[in-house]
């Protein structure tokens, strides 16, 4: 039994320390397979994905050092297998990482079919065209995706939807294939440009990351490299949200304010205010907050790895608000555990219609996936009483040292693991 329990009703104040982005370390810890020199990984989150997929490497014969916490040193020159498998791989959504990177390298990959949060339909269709065109014959059976060539050869590609997950693995093995690979419609978030970034350090060519066409060079070998990890914006995102919805004043430092305009501008219209320094953002809400629409679109457009958040927070607001998901189809799961705190929302189809009340009030609630969870934990922290989070591993996968960082700035809240530790947390409150 892990839980959160949380008594509420208190203003975040204070500041906070972001750490690295886990949507880009993931991909960029598959990439640094691609080389048989050793690649020092800085700034890397310590949270449950990024240590799955470091155990599944180092199962394949990759050599891992774990310089500290949040560095790690990395040597893929005695892979012996081609295949990456287990039980835990298998639940996070980055194992197909291994596909683009293993082809790239090698010319074969079998990987498991990856699993990761139940919040829609997330094929992988875009990734097979891509490695198709590059010259690969793909084949699922029995669980597993296997991607294999004789050669692989750039060519231009054109994606029918904008795949964050197509984007990186194509780039990945074009930057290792014959002659120029073009990728047009491709996704423009900052963990695409981060693992651009990071194949270039190693000596890619890779040209027009972050806009919709992406061109790559291939190269006959990568070598090493030493490579800081970006900020985590989702996770910077997600206390600006709770400084808003607890009535707070947070400011989130190690950040790039680049990467979180389409959530700033959304604070600053319900309300908030919202400064900007040069690795900082302060968000103040010393007032009441007011309604506002939005949906969520691919970058630069609002995340939808934020829309639980924010949702969350428009539940408080004076007004009636709409949220509109249009990249997941089943990404409103938490709305029912919100109303058990008193929401007052409604969805129809990818719309939840949100009419704003005074206040929550705390119950006993489970998380459903990472972002929905991080979000009912906003809403415990602003609710009126106490708050009982299970299935606290889904918030696990995508936040380091959670509790903590709430904590410093003046949260109560504390991971329990027996009913007797919740039983002390109550007392300390109560």
């Known amino acids: 039994m892990e839980q959160y329990a949380i008594n509420g009703g208190n203003p975040l104040v204070g500041e906070v320390e972001i ?161 120029r690979t073009t990728i047009e419609n491709a996704a423009k978030e900052p963990h695409v440009v981060d693992l651009a970034n990071f194949l270039n350090s190693m000596g890619a060519n890779i040209k027009g990351a972050g806009t919709d066409v992406i061109r790559i060079r291939g190269v006959e070998r990568l070598h090493k490299t030493e490579y800081p990890i970006i900020p985590d914006q989702i996770e910077a995102g997600t206390f600006m949200f709770a400084a808003a919805a607890t009535h707070g004043d947070v400011t989130v430092k190690n950040v790039i304010p680049k990467h979180l305009e389409s959530i700033s501008a959304k604070l600053s219209e319900i309300g908030c205010e919202v400064t ?5 953002v302060r968000v103040v809400a010393s007032r009441p907050l007011k309604h506002t629409q939005v949906k969520t679109l691919p970058y630069p457009g609002f995340p939808t790895d934020m829309q639980p958040q924010i949702a969350v927070t428009l539940g408080l607001c004076c007004g009636t608000s709409i949220v509109t998901e249009s990249i997941f189809e089943n990404r409103f799961r938490y709305v029912d555990e919100l109303i058990r705190m008193g929401a007052s929302i409604k969805v129809e189809g990818n719309t939840a219609i949100i009419d704003g009340v005074s206040r929550y009030t705390g119950a006993s609630i489970n998380a459903p996936d990472l972002r929905a969870g991080a979000a009912l934990v906003i809403a415990a922290l602003a609710a009126e009483g106490m708050s009982v ?42």
Request: with cysteine; glycine share 10%.
């Open 19 to 179: 750490g690295g982005a886990k949507n880009a370390a993931l991909p960029i810890l598959a990439a640094s397979l691609m080389t048989d020199e050793t690649v020092l990984i800085e700034n890397m989150p310590d949270v449950r994905d990024t240590n799955i997929l470091l155990d599944a490497m180092a199962g394949i014969g990759t050599h891992v050092e774990r310089v500290d916490r949040h560095t790690v040193k990395i040597n893929g020159s005695l892979i012996h297998d081609l295949t990456v498998n287990g039980d835990s791989v298998k639940k996070i959504r980055a194992s197909y990482y291994f596909l683009g990177a293993l082809l790239g390298k090698y010319k074969k990959a079998t990987v498991v079919l990856p699993g990761g949060c139940d919040i829609g339909c997330r094929a992988i269709d875009q990734h097979i065209k891509g490695f198709k065109a590059l010259g690969a014959t793909v084949e699922i059976a029995h669980g597993m995706i296997t991607a294999e060539a004789s050669h692989l050869c750039g060519a231009h590609i054109y994606l029918d939807v904008v795949s964050v997950g197509a984007t990186i693995n194509i780039m990945m093995a074009a930057a290792l294939a014959e002659g």
């Open 276 to 280: 900007e320094s040069d690795d900082a």
């Open 389 to 430: 989070i299970d299935d606290i591993r889904y918030i696990e996968r995508g936040y380091e040292d959670f509790p903590a960082k709430l904590q410093s700035l003046g949260a109560q809240i504390e991971k329990v693991e027996s009913e007797r530790e919740l039983q002390k947390f109550r007392l300390k409150i109560g």
